[in-house]
C-alpha cells in the first residue's frame, strides 16, 4: 500500500518552531512534486510550499522567510521547517505528493495526500 505519513505536528507557542515530516512508502517508482497544504477551522485548503524533484521551491506568501521545505529523496521524505510560528499558522497541515507507483493493483501516477496533522500556536 502506497501511502504518506505525516509527524510532527503539536501545541506551540508563538514565536516557536516545529518540524514536519512526511515520509512516502509503499512500492514507488518516483516521486515528482512534494508539498504542504494546510487547512484551518472554516476555510479553504491553501497551498503553504512546494519543492520540485530537483529542488526547486515555492511559498505562500503569508510563510515566506518564515517557513523552509525540504526533501530527503533517499528516504522518501519530505520536510517544513517552520519558525515565527504566529497564531494564524494554526491548522492541519496535509502533505501532498505527485509519484509513479503501483498501487490498487496497477502502476500509475496520481496524486496521494496525508492525513494531515494538527498544528496548534497559542500561548
Known amino acids: 500500500q502506497v501511502q504518506l505519513v505525516e509527524s510532527g505536528g503539536g501545541l506551540v507557542q508563538p514565536g516557536g518552531s516545529l518540524r514536519l515530516s512526511c515520509a512516502a512508502s509503499?512500492?514507488?517508482?518516483?516521486?515528482?512534486?512534494m508539498d504542504w497544504y494546510r487547512q484551518a477551522p472554516g476555510k479553504q485548503r491553501e497551498l503553504v510550499a512546494h519543492?520540485?524533484?530537483?529542488?526547486?521551491?515555492n511559498y505562500a506568501d503569508s510563510v515566506k522567510g518564515r517557513f523552509t521545505i525540504s526533501r530527503d529523496n533517499a528516504k522518501n521524505t519530505v520536510y517544513l521547517q517552520m519558525n515565527s510560528l504566529k497564531p494564524e499558522d494554526t491548522a492541519v497541515y496535509y502533505c501532498?505528493?505527485?509519484?509513479?507507483?503501483?498501487?490498487?493493483?496497477?502502476?500509475?501516477?496520481?496524486?496521494?495526500w496525508g492525513q494531515g496533522t494538527q498544528v496548534t500556536v497559542s500561548s
Open positions: 509503499g512500492r514507488i517508482f518516483s516521486i515528482y512534486g
Open positions: 519543492i520540485t524533484s530537483g529542488g526547486s521551491t
Open positions: 501532498h505528493a505527485e509519484m509513479a507507483a503501483y498501487s490498487e493493483g496497477r502502476s500509475s501516477i496520481r496524486d496521494y
